[in-house]
């Protein structure tokens, strides 16, 4: 079974950092994207950044451009995303995604295969 298990959330204030992290375990499966996505109370779940596997290009969502950043360690099969000066409209369930097949399309839900069960991230003003 193809596992994606986030970790790294929590309770912060306003300008801090956190950095969330996702493994794959479970069978061994390829994936060419790995990206994150949140999903804040009342609201769709939303792209934030992703990144390839292979290569390791890197693609972020205006809102946190300059202040997120999203590495990917392959001997670990970890992806990270480093969030700073964290602002309280970054408060959201956070879910790691992956997809198998490279994307021209990586902010949309659909194109990702896998799931993690998202790590929550409260950041206080």
């Known amino acids: 079974q193809e596992l994606l298990v986030e970790s790294g959330g929590g309770l912060v204030q306003a300008g801090d950092s956190l950095r969330l992290s996702c493994a794959k375990s479970g069978r061994t499966f390829s994936v060419s994207f790995m990206g994150w996505f949140r999903q804040a109370p009342g609201k769709e779940r939303e792209f934030v950044s992703a990144i390839t596997w292979i290569g390791g290009n890197t693609f972020y969502a205006d809102s946190v451009k300059g202040r997120f950043t999203i590495s990917r360690d392959n001997a670990k099969n970890t992806v990270y995303l480093q969030m700073n000066s964290l602002k309280p409209e970054d408060t959201a369930v956070y879910y790691c995604?992956?997809?198998?097949?490279?994307?021209?399309?990586?902010?949309?839900?659909?194109?990702?295969?896998?799931w993690g069960q998202g790590t929550q991230v409260t950041v206080s003003s």
């Open positions: 995604a992956a997809a198998r097949n490279y994307l021209t399309d990586y902010t949309t839900i659909r194109n990702y295969n896998y």
